[in-house]
């Protein structure tokens, strides 16, 4: 039988790397930006417009989809790229993360989580079995294992919590049964190098088909994140896809991919879209400004998303003053082409051998947080 | 110089007909509904969107950019074609309806009104010159005459309402400069057949290119709205479009058609569609009945809209259920299609000969207001 997924890495340059991840659904090219569909849909953007933005793989999230509509109503639908639309490659995450960061009461022991609802205050408990059941169920090309984000500091809390997560870790490969689904793993270990080497070692022992690396961008500085990757991809294998768990700044993306990142996500573009604000490969463009309000340039003149080609800033603010939906579709279009588009254009960087000056110039171009200069 | 604006009549079928009507922006096959796009945005609707669904005419209100961005802007970034995207024909209302429907202190005069914005509370006037100026700014291809819509059952009223909306008609006349807008002429009178009647000659004898009724479905009955259109249509030229103005259930457009009418516009299928309502050929649907919470069927297996061919009444409450923004966008296409494809087979019924059956056969498999089961 064909192998259901493999990673062909096709150009290197130091640990950065072109690669082609192979799926049930479709080819992922790498280094790649997934978008958040967190309840089975990307904020106000359909699929046809995702398809139109190039995305290929899209993430899902379990603890919102096991809350509502429930793994076992998606499944009856056939399935979550049936249920929503989406034939294309789909990653779920195990739901650890939300519960640890959406849920204001949980207690979590040696077997699972128990928490309380965000949505009606229902006490409910996920495991790992329940986990990958639910994961199942939800059918993506791409299942996580479930794990503990511990706050990243504590670091007594933090080891306990990652050799819980290694536990689990095994507990998810045993209790897996689909053969159409890759079970990534995930590395913990907050900020503490030795504990990062430790979990990336024990992770990569289990011999997932990809690995993760979780629990960063929850308040570290960018220092220590780019420490962490570094750590951690110096022990993950070269031949499998490597994740980098809730990451979506370009400066983030562009880092990470320099040391050996592959995949990313997160929920930045779509979210800064719905509060006004355009990623661009200058820095971010709060459209509220007034200085916007007679403006007939695109966000971005070299930008090639099906907004900036039809629409102004003036219009985009004229769309947020008025309060139209509109406004949150066509930004969240623009800034997802963004960092797809990046992601493209590193990914022939390296091809190319020239990722390093690429990385150099865009970074030397683009201004960190908000600005409101014509681009 | 060719003439911007032409209509022909194609085929007839009693008083219904099947028209083209040439615009600047291209041609306008009737008869025709006209998605609506307040605020130079049909709502939750991309421009490419609305151009899949087969839209032609679209409707913006003058009241509404008016007051935000204002007139001005939209014209110094190359007027509301390209302001919104929407680079086919656009017709901008009056003003006048929204004056007397959405402001709560106004005060008519025989010059014009003056109201307080609905946004901020400001003083505004609008007068006939005013309402001309404005929709020249704003760039359609077809501009309505400022009227007066009264309360349609106070006689006297209604009488005084009409013969100023008449006067307010031939300065709307003298006003306009612009050779490549067509100004429309607006029938008023009430459910009085005998003002309709003479409401309908004084603007016929204007000899605008093309003739609007207002001032219905404002709360009068069905079969007086009914009655009234049969009055006006008696008496306007037959050479020249009739728009049935703020008109659309399909119960109402098919039964407008048969009496003549050409073009209709409405915000009804928007609005529903972000009430969870689905307009369908057999009634209406509401999607937050838990009846559909595990349908794999589509809102109508007989829809060719993008809604119905990939998404599940099940995916489209749950993302209702779930508040996300993407049930009003994919609910607006459907609703949207269902009118546009009704008018599109009504006027191939009438090219055809069969309007009557076609009426007919769609009223009988029709139920009046919301329904859940199983078409």
Known sequence: ???????????????????????????????????????????????????????????????????RPGADQVAELGGLHTFMGWEHPILTDSGGFQVFSLTGIRKVDEDGVTFKSHIDGSVQRLTPEVSI???????????????????????????????????????????KTRQDQALFGIVQGGVFPDLRRYSAEYIASLGFPGNAIGGLSVGETK???????????????????????GVGTPEDLLNGVE????????????????????????????????????????????CTCYTCRHFSRAYLR????????????LLSIHNLHTLLQL?????????????????????????????TEAI
């Open 1 to 67: 039988m064909m192998q259901p997924f493999s990673f062909e890495v096709v150009a290197r340059q130091g640990s950065a790397r072109a690669g082609i991840f192979h799926t049930p659904h479709g080819d992922v090219l790498t280094p790649v930006f997934a978008p958040v569909g967190t309840q089975a849909t990307v904020k106000a953007v359909t699929p046809a417009q995702l398809e139109e933005i190039g995305a290929s793989l899209v993430l899902a999230n379990t603890y919102h989809l096991f809350l």
């Open 133 to 175: 059941a639910v994961q199942e169920k939800l059918g993506a090309d791409v299942i996580m294992a479930f794990d503990e984000c511990a706050p990243p500091y504590e670091r007594a809390y933090v080891e306990k919590a990652m050799e819980r997560t290694h536990r689990w870790a095994e507990r998810c490969l045993r209790a």
């Open 223 to 245: 220092a220590e994140m780019y420490a962490m990757i570094e750590e951690v991809n110096a022990v993950l294998p070269e031949d499998k896809p490597r994740y980098l768990m």
């Open 259 to 302: 040391r050996g990142i592959d995949i990313f996500d997160c929920v930045l573009p779509t979210r800064l879209a719905r509060h006004q604000s355009a990623m661009t490969f200058a820095g971010r463009l709060n459209l509220m400004n007034a200085s916007h309000a007679r403006s007939s340039q695109p966000i971005d003149l070299n």
């Open 318 to 329: 004229h769309l947020i003053v008025a309060r139209e939906m509109l406004a949150a579709t």
């Open 343 to 371: 992601m493209r254009l590193a990914r022939q960087a390296i091809m190319d051998g020239c990722y390093v000056e690429f990385c150099a110039k865009f970074l030397s171009g683009y201004q960190l947080g908000d600005f």
